[in-house]
């Protein structure tokens, strides 16, 4: 079946540091990737995407490359801020049974965040 | 564009009594799924509705929970009766076919106690 590995947490930097979150994926078809950041108090929200092998998702200083040779979807910032602290879940949507399971997520397990000043 | 609704954001319930959670999607999304995220892990699938039909259901515990989507658009989620490890946040999200991704609602809160 379907899973997701994430680095375990928590993660703990100084404001500025450079960020890597590692995720490792298993899949019997071609997933697309995703990456969901949970904000303290808030609910889940979509932070980036790849749907195909080497394509590169960004958003707000995120990036993240799709690796299909090493099964991965790191995901990395540059230099983080205090207001990036939260929880971070990789997630895969597999449409390889002919495209009926539409959309379906299998998330990791999720790594804290916690960036100080 | 209005997000994913859900009401209410937390609940408080005893063993063995029942609770509803309500979710409304995103306007024109077709898929809605519910999740249960314990904390500390990921969220899990429970049930997955395309329009009013359910596409997957193999994770949802079919002897105390149900969920239904009458008329394709907002959907409830029962459980009845609650175990003390049903505890958990309960998160609805809507997206449209072909892995686009989904979008969250704030989630229900359930403490069993």
């Known amino acids: 079946g379907n899973s997701v590995t994430q680095m375990e947490g928590p993660v703990t930097l100084s404001e500025e540091a450079f960020l890597t979150i590692n995720c490792t994926y298993t899949a019997t078809g071609y997933p697309s990737l995703f990456w969901y950041v949970q904000y303290p108090g808030e609910g889940l929200q979509l932070l980036l995407k790849?749907?195909?092998?080497?394509d590169k998702g960004s958003n707000k200083g995120f990036e993240a490359t799709y690796r299909k040779e090493t099964t991965s979807f790191h995901l990395e910032k540059g230099s983080v801020q205090v207001s990036d602290s939260a929880v971070y879940f990789c997630a895969l949507s597999d449409l390889s049974a002919g495209g009926t399971s539409y959309g379906k997520l299998t998330f990791g397990q999720g790594t804290i965040l916690t960036v100080h000043p | 564009e209005a997000g994913v609704a859900q009401s209410p954001r937390y609940k408080i319930i005893e063993k063995r009594q029942s609770v509803a959670f309500w979710c409304n999607p995103i306007?024109?999304?077709?898929?809605l799924y519910w999740y249960q995220q314990i904390l500390g892990q990921g969220p899990k699938l429970l049930i997955q509705f395309q329009n009013n039909g359910v596409v997957d259901d193999s994770q949802l515990p079919k002897d105390r929970f149900s969920a239904e989507r009458l008329k394709g658009v907002d959907s409830t989620l029962k459980i009845q009766p609650a175990k003390l490890e049903d505890s958990a946040v309960y998160l609805c999200a809507s997206g449209t076919s072909g892995g686009r991704g989904q979008y969250f609602g704030p989630g229900t809160r359930l403490t069993v106690t």
């Open positions: 306007s024109g999304h077709a898929t």
């Open positions: 790849a749907t195909k092998a080497d």
